[in-house]
Nanobody
Framework: QVQLVESGGGLVQAGGSLRLSCAAS????????MGWFRQAPGKQRELVAT???????NYADSVKGRFTISRDSFKNTVYLRMNTLKPEDTAVYYC???????????????WGQGTQVTVSS
């Protein structure tokens, strides 16, 4: 079993900042990619940012220059620093990892439970 626990969401005014954290625990042998998705009311879930085990990052165009993804591989934790937040960033943010539970197992995708981010104008 692999569990992801997210924290750091909340209510912030436009222009403010938040940092999300997502800690993975359980039967983890290794973690490949880690990332964040978000889903606003009435919209599809969309990619926000990803980071590989080598530290290569990828961002949605809408958050480039404002959000920064990072990871602490020793702690199996991924972070999302969000600056200059806008009302359109309001969504439930989900972390996701692709991990192996043993050396020979396939990569499996795991999702967090989601954390609400609300940006007021």
């Amino acid at each position: 079993q692999v569990q992801l626990v997210e924290s750091g969401g909340g209510l912030v005014q436009a222009g403010g900042s938040l940092r999300l954290s997502c800690a993975a625990s359980g039967s983890i042998f290794s973690i490949n990619n880690m990332g964040w998705f978000r889903q606003a009311p009435g919209k599809q879930r969309e990619l926000v940012a990803t980071i590989t085990s080598d530290g290569n990052t990828n961002y949605a165009d809408s958050v480039k220059g404002r959000f920064t993804i990072s990871r602490d591989s020793f702690k199996n934790t991924v972070y999302l620093r969000m600056n200059t937040l806008k009302p359109e960033d309001t969504a439930v943010y989900y972390c996701v990892i692709r991990a192996r539970t043993t050396r020979l197992s396939d990569l499996t995708q795991y999702w967090g439970q989601g954390t609400q981010v609300t940006v007021s104008s």
